[in-house]
């Protein structure tokens, strides 16, 4: 299969987890996260805060999954060769990173304050998950028009990101901040779980990712 900027692996793994791309911006994107988060636990939004944790780790999963698939068949689905000034995985950079990890309390302030009102005859918790995973994905095809952003595989592209990726991103944050306090303690803290012992794992012990 003739793929799209093969190259683009071989960039990504030379400056994986490497210091010499360094820029100070790394730590205000840090700090904007952190007051994001601080500043919702001031006004005790803390469905924002779930909404938001459980898209962060939501998209920490998929990161982990396509640095798998980079490790078994050569190539992730996604890829950042450059632009970043610190690469965690193969496909994200500290920057996108720092992005999902206040997009979703950001969203979350879209949600009608009842769950189960309808828009143009859906769900609206569905129809915005879908609306917002929609606006991400017209985004990415941008991205990927970019030397920092590749879509490697030929037929990886701005519907399969839409269904698999960012409908599950945009679900996940939308229906968790309906959950009640402890379930949103229990799932998100097990998906942050779930993340920590991955990462351990497979980036730690092994080395693969």
Known sequence: MELNHPEATAQALAILRRGENFQWYFIPLFAFVVYVYLAEAERKNWKGIASGLALYGTHWFFEILNALIQRFS???????????????LVGVGWELSMMFAAAGVIFAKLLPADPKMKILGINNRVFLALANAAFFSVFEIFLARTPAFVWVYPWWGALPVFVTVYVPFFLMANFAYDWTPRQQALRIGALAGADLLLMAAFAGILGWI
């Open 74 to 88: 050569g190539h992730a689905l996604w890829t950042v060769p450059t632009g970043t000034s610190f690469l965690l």
